[in-house]
């Protein structure tokens, strides 16, 4: 039976002579695993599945199947500046990196999904903020469950396996004291420059404790060059 759905490359890797295996992030059914076949011989055709391509797809779709078809792809929407500029290219990278790391739902997720593409089109369309990749990672928390919680109000130390402000300092290791940045974020002011590097490592931290797998992150050191 076939499907409509809009989708989002997240990865692809080279199958057999002239098919590859792709991960979708797709409106309708979540994160899916499509085979397609022959698309590396016909000219032009591999380019719609480049990692965050955004697609129009008509999908086979079996229930509990690991490996779905795709029918008939075609892109969506048309990345303008994203391709050709290095900052926001780069920033697309990580994004897309993180993506294949904390996504897991095989069903569908409409917030999430949504999120994911307008973010994706903002980038492209909006003139390059320099702490973007930074917005992402918090607000992308609040669909996988870790949005920090600052209702307490109280603002001593960031407790990143409880995602909480204290006032006390954790018995643990995975604390941090200079909470400023991050209240700075979470209110959406703009945080200072020498700020950011700091931030992101904390980010990043804040991942690998609650995503199983979340690390070595290939796109981090020439998103920490180009920004830094």
Not at 58 to 64: A, N
Not at 97 to 124: G, H, T
Request: proline content about 4%.
């Amino acid at each position: 039976m076939y499907h409509q759905t809009k989708g989002v490359v997240i990865s692809n890797t080279k199958y057999a002579e002239t098919s590859i295996i792709c991960k979708v992030y797709t409106e309708n059914f979540g994160l899916q695993t499509y085979i397609i076949n022959g698309v590396r011989k016909k000219k032009g055709k591999s380019i719609y599945y480049q990692p965050l391509s955004l697609l129009d797809l008509t999908v086979y779709h079996k229930e509990k199947s690991t490996l779905q078809r795709v029918k008939e792809a075609k892109p969506f929407y048309q990345y303008q500046s994203l391709p050709y500029a290095v900052e926001k290219s780069s920033i697309a990278f990580f994004m897309a990196e993180v993506l294949q790391k904390c996504l897991r739902e095989e069903e569908e997720n409409i917030p999430l999904f949504n999120f994911i593409w307008q973010s994706l089109i903002a980038l492209d369309t909006q003139e390059l903020d320099s702490q973007f990749h930074l917005h992402f990672l918090l607000q992308l928390s609040s669909f996988l469950g870790f949005y920090p919680n600052t209702l307490d109000g109280k603002e001593g130390y960031f407790d990143m396996i409880n995602g909480t402000f204290v006032l006390s300092k954790p018995t643990h290791k995975h604390y941090f004291e200079e909470t400023e940045p991050l209240l700075m974020l979470l209110n959406g002011n703009s945080v200072l420059k020498k700020n950011k590097r700091f931030l992101l490592e904390k980010l990043i931290e804040y991942y690998r404790l609650h995503i199983e797998g979340f690390s070595n992150l290939k796109t981090l050191p020439v998103l920490e060059t180009i920004f830094n």
